[in-house]
């Protein structure tokens, strides 16, 4: 029994007329003919029953349709794997992100390389900019999302996201339910931060943003994650100027307020190393730049 077989089976199982089953395949009636007994007897059971006027399957060759079809898509599956692994479409791949991607679109971005790409497992380490860039170095990631633009000469990138930043205050500040206010207003609040060792680029950033803004702010709090910055704001402690992406934390407790100007934008850029030959890594990268927004093309 070949795989030959089978197919022209199923097709003439479906079409139940030699003449259109043959048209289907691309080949005449004799040699259909021809197949269709070299499998019945290879199974040693008659599955179908001709005459001048029809034909018909055989409770043999009912039974048998379903189970040719499975074997015919194990064979599909099998090559498919065979490819996956000979083009380098099977393993795994190490990705580094900082926490804000969670709201940046990386989820949807996982999911749809993952439904096309079943056989990869992605590994996630959610690292800071800084730790991103060492790992990357060292082979011990195979791509990172990153919140820097000081990137060294080996890595390429691609600009995945760029948003504003946004007030985020206690739900019960005075300031909570305006539309957009100026950030003079927050002069002399305790702000909350991620600390200079972890990201020194969004440091030196709500720095200057505030300096441009007429005052010194006073970064009471340095933490090490988005999330905990947001979490200190919920309870009441201080403020902080975040990317706009973290209002869909909706963390209750807090208040996420536009400023009535623009500042430079939190930037977020997709890095990997430019010498790596890896066709895994490449689709992922093709994928990243389908998925982010033309607007940052």
Not at 120 to 145: P, V
Not at 185 to 210: N, W
């Amino acid at each position: 029994m070949e795989f030959r077989h089978l197919r022209y089976f199923l097709v003439l199982a479906e079409e139940l007329h030699f003449g259109r089953a043959a048209r289907r395949l691309s080949i005449s009636q004799p040699p259909l003919s021809l197949n269709i007994q070299q499998l019945e007897a290879s199974i040693g059971a008659r599955l179908l029953t001709r005459n001048s006027k029809q034909v018909a399957l055989t409770a043999a060759g009912r039974a048998f349709v379903p189970a040719a079809r499975a074997l015919i898509e194990q064979a599909a599956q099998a090559a498919h794997l065979a490819r996956d692994v000979g083009q380098g479409m099977a393993g795994s791949l190490t990705i580094g992100f900082a926490g804000t991607m969670l709201y940046s679109g990386l989820p949807r971005i996982l999911e749809q390389f993952q439904l096309r790409h079943p056989l990869l497992r992605l590994l996630l380490k959610e690292l800071s900019s800084s730790e991103q860039l060492i790992e990357l170095a060292h082979d011990r990631l195979d791509l990172g999302f990153v919140h820097t633009t000081r990137v060294p000469p080996e890595l390429s990138q691609t600009l995945v996201a760029s948003q504003p930043f946004v007030c985020c205050l206690p739900s019960g500040h005075a300031l909570a339910r305006k539309r957009s206010l100026a950030l003079v207003a927050l002069q002399g609040e305790p702000f909350a931060v991620v600390s200079r060792s972890v990201s020194p680029d969004y440091h030196e950033r709500i720095l200057a943003i505030c300096l441009e803004a007429g005052f010194y702010p006073e970064m009471r709090y340095e933490l090490r994650h988005w999330l905990s910055v947001v979490s200190l704001v919920s309870q009441g402690m201080g403020v902080a100027l975040v990317p706009a992406a973290l209002r869909q934390s909706a963390m209750a407790g807090t208040a996420f307020v536009p400023l009535n100007t623009a500042t430079t934008p939190y930037d977020t850029y997709c890095l990997w190393k430019t010498a790596r030959d890896n066709a895994a890594l490449a689709a992922f990268v093709s994928a990243v730049q389908s998925a982010k927004d033309p607007a940052n093309s």
